[in-house]
């Protein structure tokens, strides 16, 4: 006789020790025979929901079975549409759209920031080749867009105008250890352009020195503090300054 006062082996909802033991054994029998005759711990139900399966839409997407049989891009347009005639209409007109049963699509060509050559699938075609590009891009733009100011530039152009300078500064003439700077020539806080009209690559001293003077305000201030000139006049002759527009002084 156990403590709760029944005769039996345990009794089921007991709380006392011994039948709390006895209970735990049992449920441990059942399951070492539970997994004997199963072969394993999943039953066919969850199998079938670790199946993977093509969408109902017809897409080609392959989903889990325990989502119903749409992907998420078909369930939401279902969502939207509501009508499953509509639906399936618009998956229709979606797949004529791409000409490819792929939900999918490769883009192959050059990034628009730093201009290497890439490859990358998608729901939409890609235009930078990785995340960090596309957030300087983006940073660029919002920077000139905070000044009012015209124009874009991207980082291959940055890079075409340093390698026409033999990797020097456009204004001290020395060279460049690692990446250049990006000077705008008239700053975008006096009204200067954001294009590759208004950049020149400068080392970091440089940049940092000039602020946001005009170049015959950065020479008298250079003077004033005991400093060496920089060149801030060129020639419209020289092929390395022909993307400067008007605003900036030249030579005769």
Not at 82 to 108: C, E, I, M, P
Not at 138 to 157: L, N, P, Q
């Amino acid at each position: 006789m156990s403590e709760c006062g029944t005769t039996s082996a345990y009794r089921r909802g007991c709380r006392c020790d011994e039948c709390r033991k006895a209970n735990a054994e049992a449920q441990r029998k059942y399951q070492r025979s539970y997994k004997a005759s199963h072969g394993g711990w999943y039953t066919k139900r969850y199998k079938r929901r670790a199946e993977r399966i093509p969408c109902d839409s017809g897409c080609g997407a392959m989903v889990l079975a325990s989502r119903g049989g749409a992907c998420r891009a078909c369930h939401s347009a279902k969502r939207t549409y509501g009508n499953k005639r509509h639906y399936l209409a618009q998956v229709k007109l979606d797949k004529a759209a791409r000409g490819t049963s792929s939900r999918f699509v490769w883009t192959q060509g050059p990034c628009r920031w730093c201009g290497t050559s890439f490859m990358a699938r998608g729901s939409r075609p890609a235009q930078y080749c990785s995340d960090s590009c596309s957030r300087k891009a983006k940073a660029v733009a919002r920077r000139g867009r905070e000044f009012s100011a015209t124009g874009t530039y991207t980082w291959s152009e940055v890079m075409r105008l340093f390698l026409a300078f033999d990797r020097c500064c456009a204004y001290c003439e020395q060279p460049v250890i690692g990446q250049p700077d990006p000077d705008h020539v008239v700053p975008l806080s006096r009204r200067g352009a954001n294009s590759i009209t208004n950049i020149l690559p400068s080392c970091r001293a440089c940049n940092s020195d000039k602020r946001d003077l005009l170049l015959a305000e950065w020479n008298a201030d250079r003077a004033r503090r005991g400093k060496p000139p920089v060149r801030t006049s060129w020639s419209f002759n020289d092929p390395r300054f022909r993307h400067l527009t008007s605003m900036v002084p030249v030579a005769a």
